[in-house]
């Protein structure tokens, strides 16, 4: 029987997880209950410890955004469990030759072509002395901030270096 008491209808105490509701109990009582969905799942209304969900409880409901545990305005997630786009604002801390990518309650950051990610910054990758160009035979690689150039050696031609053949000086 499920009439809020605390009590199953075998006499049996109601717990958290069983399906009955002990929401008749005063609240200080350590077996008060405001929901009782039978699961153990923090991603709906009832949370696992048998209490509502709610923003800022740091449980994401399908209808939030994001639940950072508090309802601060100002950080990742806002007081309403909306997300706050940090790339948008201009207030994420992405490095240089980076893109700032939005994402439910916080940003990441993705190192520009060219570049790959060392220690909280975006270096510029050197494509000649790791073998990632394709620059021809008979021409030689330039590193650039992010690129490569390549060019023909003397006495060769080619269109941007990469198909260099021997220049006729007779």
């Known amino acids: 029987n499920e009439d809020g008491d605390g009590c199953t209808n075998n006499c049996q105490e109601a717990s958290c997880g069983d399906g009955i509701v002990a929401n008749r109990l005063d609240p200080g009582n350590e077996r008060y209950e405001e929901c009782d969905d039978a699961n153990n799942s923090n991603a709906d209304a009832c949370t696992n410890d048998c209490s509502s969900a709610?923003?800022?409880?740091?449980?994401?409901?399908?209808?939030?955004?994001?639940d950072d545990g508090n309802t601060d305005a100002g950080?990742?997630?806002?007081?309403?469990?909306?997300?706050?786009?940090?790339c948008r604002a201009g207030i994420d801390n992405c490095p240089n030759n980076s893109q700032c990518i939005n994402i439910p309650?916080?940003?990441?950051?993705?190192?520009?072509?060219?570049?790959?990610?060392?220690?909280e910054?975006?270096?510029?990758?050197?494509?000649?002395?790791?073998?990632?160009?394709?620059c021809g035979e008979n021409s030689n690689?330039?590193?650039q901030s992010g690129s490569?150039?390549?060019?023909?050696?003397?006495?060769?031609?080619?269109i941007d270096g990469r198909n260099c053949r021997d220049i006729n000086e007779c």
């Open 105 to 119: 309650g916080g940003y990441n950051c993705d190192c520009d072509s060219g570049y790959e990610s060392v220690e």
């Open 141 to 143: 690689c330039t590193n």
């Open 121 to 134: 910054r975006c270096d510029d990758v050197n494509e000649c002395t790791a073998g990632t160009d394709n």
């Open 148 to 158: 490569f150039d390549c060019e023909c050696e003397d006495g060769f031609t080619g």
């Open 75 to 86: 950080d990742r997630c806002s007081a309403d469990c909306t997300d706050i786009d940090q």
């Open 54 to 66: 709610a923003c800022g409880d740091g449980h994401v409901q399908p209808e939030e955004v994001c």
